[in-house]
């Protein structure tokens, strides 16, 4: 991704799916975890800077939410919802449900979390907020496809515990952060983006937001001490662009984008956080 160049932007995005059906495949052939290998390649190259890293989280944003649409419009019509009470599914489900949300998922993340400084509210959160969707429905899709002993009844239930967990986890999720102290906002959609392309990677670009208390709140950027091989290019204000100039005075909530000569040892992030 980051060396071998490609004729074309499309072909980006492509290559990156690609490897993540190569990587499922080759799992799958060594008797491993396709999903797992493909999640955890996800979170390495995640922090990888490559060449239309952008194109290619859009692209993958549209085909996720795309088979996501798919996968529960298949569950909704292989499900016959007739036998859920001839074979008592919607029991089973409930409580493997609530076994799920009460017991296992609160004893696996007690141990994961044990060493994060996190706070007791966070933990709670990341504890409630875990929810089963699409992963589940093609998990029990399988035992189904194998016309495995009791399959039907198996995708049965999974079709409660999922079910359970949209509708109840998802709904209480602004709730339960409340309770825990997690600050949530809803974020505007920002359909219109400003972009330049550049034939070499940018070394030197900084994009920060100026944070409450901070030395660039309410400071003009003339008065700023920025130093002389820093430059304020850019800012946002409310989801505008804002005219730059020294007399131009910043505020909470800004983003300004910073160009700096990268051979330089001055870090202006300091002066934006509190």
Same mark, same amino acid.
């Given at each position: 991704?980051?060396?071998?160049?490609?004729?074309?932007?499309?072909?980006?995005?492509?290559?990156?799916?690609?490897?993540? *059906?190569?990587?499922?495949?080759?799992?799958?052939?060594?008797?491993?975890?396709? *999903?797992?290998?493909?999640?955890?390649?996800?979170?390495?190259?995640?922090?990888?800077?490559?060449?239309?890293?952008?194109?290619?989280?859009?692209?993958?944003?549209?085909?996720?939410?795309?088979?996501?649409?798919?996968?529960?419009?298949?569950?909704?019509?292989?499900?016959?919802?007739?036998?859920?009470?001839?074979?008592?599914?919607?029991?089973?489900?409930?409580?493997?449900?609530?076994?799920l949300v009460v017991v296992a998922?609160?004893?696996?993340?007690?141990?994961?979390?044990?060493? @994060?400084?996190?706070?007791?509210?966070?933990?709670?959160?990341?504890?409630?907020?875990?929810?089963?969707?699409?992963?589940?429905?093609?998990?029990?899709?399988?035992?189904?496809?194998?016309?495995?002993?009791?399959?039907?009844?198996?995708?049965?239930?999974?079709?409660?515990?999922?079910?359970?967990?949209?509708?109840?986890?998802?709904?209480?999720?602004?709730?339960?952060?409340?309770?825990?102290?997690?600050?949530?906002?809803?974020g505007e959609l920002e359909p219109?983006?400003?972009?330049?392309? @550049?034939?070499?990677?940018?070394?030197?670009?900084?994009?920060?937001?100026?944070?409450?208390?901070?030395?660039?709140?309410?400071?003009?950027?003339?008065?700023?001490?920025?130093?002389?091989?820093v430059w304020v290019s850019l800012?946002?204000?409310?989801?505008?662009?804002?005219?730059?100039?020294?007399?131009?005075?910043?505020?909470?909530?800004?983003?300004?984008?910073?160009?700096?000569?990268?051979?330089?040892?001055?870090?202006?992030?300091?002066?934006?956080?509190?």
């Amino acid at each position: 991704m980051q060396k071998v160049p490609l004729p074309s932007e499309g072909l980006y995005p492509l290559r990156a799916l690609a490897g993540a *059906f190569i990587l499922y495949g080759a799992a799958t052939l060594v008797h491993g975890s396709g *999903f797992l290998a493909v999640f955890t390649a996800g979170i390495l190259v995640g922090d990888v800077r490559a060449p239309y890293k952008r194109e290619i989280e859009r692209f993958h944003e549209a085909v996720s939410a795309l088979a996501e649409i798919v996968a529960f419009t298949l569950l909704g019509l292989s499900v016959p919802l007739g036998t859920f009470a001839v074979q008592g599914a919607w029991a089973d489900g409930l409580i493997l449900a609530v076994l799920l949300v009460v017991v296992a998922r609160p004893l696996a993340m007690t141990v994961l979390l044990w060493p @994060l400084r996190l706070r007791a509210g966070e933990r709670v959160f990341l504890t409630f907020a875990g929810l089963k969707g699409a992963v589940p429905i093609l998990l029990g899709s399988f035992a189904l496809s194998a016309h495995l002993p009791h399959s039907q009844r198996i995708y049965d239930v999974v079709f409660v515990v999922v079910t359970f967990s949209v509708l109840v986890q998802g709904a209480l999720i602004p709730t339960v952060a409340h309770w825990c102290r997690v600050p949530m906002r809803a974020g505007e959609l920002e359909p219109w983006s400003l972009g330049v392309r @550049l034939r070499d990677r940018p070394e030197g670009v900084l994009r920060l937001v100026v944070e409450s208390g901070s030395s660039a709140d309410r400071c003009t950027i003339a008065d700023l001490d920025l130093g002389e091989h820093v430059w304020v290019s850019l800012a946002i204000r409310a989801g505008s662009l804002l005219p730059v100039s020294g007399a131009t005075r910043l505020q909470a909530g800004d983003e300004v984008l910073l160009l700096t000569d990268p051979e330089q040892a001055e870090d202006p992030t300091a002066l934006f956080r509190r």
